[in-house]
């Protein structure tokens, strides 16, 4: 091994450079700050009827700081069976929520005995220029080993000149023993700065669960 001696350092590298000519090093998994994605609040459900970030409040940042904020959901857990998953977005510091929004959604299903393969446009279930909570899901059980997990995307809410997009994926256990893959894709129909938002389901509390607020800064 003699011959690798003060060769090494040349040999491996890391986006092209050589170990000694790095000045700095990759953020480490579980710093907070992953290069863009920075972390910023999390919030723990404990039979709670909402989950709600706004901005200023509680450390949360949801201003132009960052052009997209990112919500990942982890093992979010229902008190009732067949619930939605829902939230909305608020203008006024959370003082309400309910702002027009348009979405669609779609869903790829199937069960366990893989007879009820599915993949459709879930005209029930989308909005069309209504206050109403958006559904991130539908159907969802509560037994003690169901939950949904995923995420969701908001873009630019600081804009005070275009309508806010927002783009939406999680995974789910049905209460008909059904795996769900569900999106939702929209825009609240406002040009006011979106400064909260809340979650919640349709029916009942949320037991347990995780919601992370990420900040995706701009490159």
């Known amino acids: 091994m003699a011959g690798f001696t003060g060769r090494t350092s040349s ?12 000045t700095t090093t990759p953020a480490a998994a579980g710093s ?21 970030f ?11 700081t960052y052009p997209i904020y990112k919500f990942e959901f982890i093992n979010i857990h229902a008190a009732n069976n067949d619930v939605a998953y829902t939230f909305q977005t608020s203008t006024d510091s959370g003082s309400s929520y309910g ?42 059980g509560n037994a003690n080993d169901e ?17 806010k997009h927002f783009t939406a994926r999680d ?13 939702t894709a929209g825009y ?4 006011s700065a979106i400064d909260g938002v809340q979650f919640k389901f349709n029916s009942g509390n949320t037991d347990a669960g995780k919601i992370k607020l990420y900040g995706i800064k701009d490159s």
């Not at 009820?116 to 220029?129: C, G, R, T």
């Not at 609240?188 to 040009?191: D, G, K, L, M, S």
């Open 188 to 191: 609240f129909n406002t040009t």
């Open 99 to 140: 702002v027009t929004a348009t979405t669609t959604i779609f869903i790829a299903r199937n069960n366990e005995d893989d007879s009820a393969a599915v993949l459709s446009y879930q005209a029930s279930d989308d909005e069309a220029q209504s206050t109403n909570f958006l559904r991130l899901s539908s159907g969802q």
């Open 11 to 22: 040999l491996i590298k890391y986006n092209d450079r050589s170990l000694k000519d790095l």
């Open 147 to 163: 939950s949904l997990s995923g995420e969701l995307f908001l873009y630019n809410p600081s804009s005070t000149t275009f309508v």
């Open 54 to 64: 706004v901005d200023s409040t509680d450390s949360v940042v949801l201003d132009n």
């Open 32 to 52: 907070g700050d992953t290069g863009a994605l920075v972390h910023i609040k999390t919030l723990t459900a404990s039979s709670s009827a909402t989950l709600s």
């Open 171 to 183: 995974s789910y256990y049905h209460e008909s023993n059904i795996a769900f893959d569900w999106y």
